[in-house]
């Protein structure tokens, strides 16, 4: 049983069915609130294929995947999360709408204990917490793309949050969810998007320009430095419109042009073109 026995996460797209999955398989009780049944339908599946994934490589029993999935609740609605310890918003990349989430999650959870964390990439901590009504207990916890894959994650603690609420989910996620956290200033991009943003937007800059083919670029990368993947196809993963909210984000924080997204970018996420969940963003996709 986790320290924080009843989570909730907001959002179950890419990065939310993610985290749900992560929380469930460390023994929480999970709730996972989308805006319709359908999403919550949707996010069922995600979270459901992903589990078959590991079972077929041996990394989980049938009965354990089973179990986790028996840990989660998908609903449609955010009074679900009232009782619950801990909330990790994972909503889209959208000023408004987290601020609206925070807004009306931190007025309805029933503990003054109880911890709102957003997974947000670079929208300001510090303002999710001032409209929250429970500034001193909201910080961000920024986890990486695959979720149950990668281990790192970010704890982002504002100029409001306390020590008492950073150590709690400090301890939450090393000790019991297996990452590996690091800690990073409430500014736009924290540390690893700082660094990564502008590296994936020079990418596309210099595909726009017809300097070189995607494959190349991408095989550069991979060859030439030893990344998992090269940047064209992880902003495919990350998804397009994701990376460009992001980016925008950061270079209304600094005006560093390096931030800004590039034409093709915008005209990407226009098209629907968005990586891996439209099925095409750079590279086709099943
Ligand atoms: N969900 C769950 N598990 C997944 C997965 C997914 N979407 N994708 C892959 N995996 C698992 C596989 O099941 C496999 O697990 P086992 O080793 O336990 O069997 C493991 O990951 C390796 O997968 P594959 O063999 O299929 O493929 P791979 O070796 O090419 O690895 C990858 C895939 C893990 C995605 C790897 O390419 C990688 O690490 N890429 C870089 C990812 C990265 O940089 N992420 C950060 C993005 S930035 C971000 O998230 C922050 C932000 O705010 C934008």
């Known amino acids: 049983m986790s ?19 992560v929380l469930a398989r460390a023994g929480a009780d999970v709730v996972n609130v989308e805006v319709s ?41 955010l009074d679900d999360l009232a009782d619950r310890d801990l909330v990790v918003e994972a909503a889209s990349e959208d000023e408004e709408t987290k601020l609206e989430l925070f807004r009306r999650v931190g007025a309805l959870l029933d503990s003054d204990e109880a911890i709102l964390a957003s997974n947000t990439s670079s929208i300001p901590i510090v303002k999710l917490g001032a409209v929250s009504g429970r500034p001193d207990r909201v910080m961000g916890v920024h986890f990486f793309n695959p979720a149950p894959v990668m281990k790192l994650v970010e704890l982002i603690p504002s100029l409001t949050t306390s020590e008492q609420t950073l150590e709690r989910v400090r301890g939450w996620v090393s000790e019991e969810l297996g990452k590996q956290p690091i800690d990073a200033t ?8 700082s660094l990564l943003v502008p590296y994936l937007l020079s990418a596309i800059r210099m595909y726009e320009a017809g300097y070189a083919s995607a494959a190349d670029i991408d095989r550069g990368m991979v060859l030439g430095c030893g990344h998992p993947m090269g940047p064209l196809a992880l902003s495919d993963l990350i998804g397009l419109d994701t990376l460009k909210a992001i980016g925008e984000s950061m270079y209304e924080e600094f005006k560093e042009p390096l931030y800004s997204p590039p034409p093709l970018l915008d005209r990407m996420v226009d098209a629907g073109l968005l990586g891996q969940k439209t099925g095409h963003g750079f590279y086709p996709y099943d």
Not at 3 to 21: C, D, P, Q, T, Y
Not at 41 to 68: I, P, W
């Open 37 to 77: 049944a359908e999403a919550a339908e949707a996010a069922r599946g995600r979270v459901s294929h992903s589990l078959r994934r590991a079972v077929s490589r041996g990394k989980l029993e049938q009965s354990d995947a089973d179990a986790v999935l028996e840990r989660i609740r998908f609903v449609d609605s």
């Open 3 to 21: 320290s924080f026995g009843k989570v909730g996460v907001i959002g179950g797209g890419l990065m939310g069915s993610g985290i749900v999955e």
């Open 186 to 193: 409430d500014r736009a991009g924290f540390i690893v998007n």
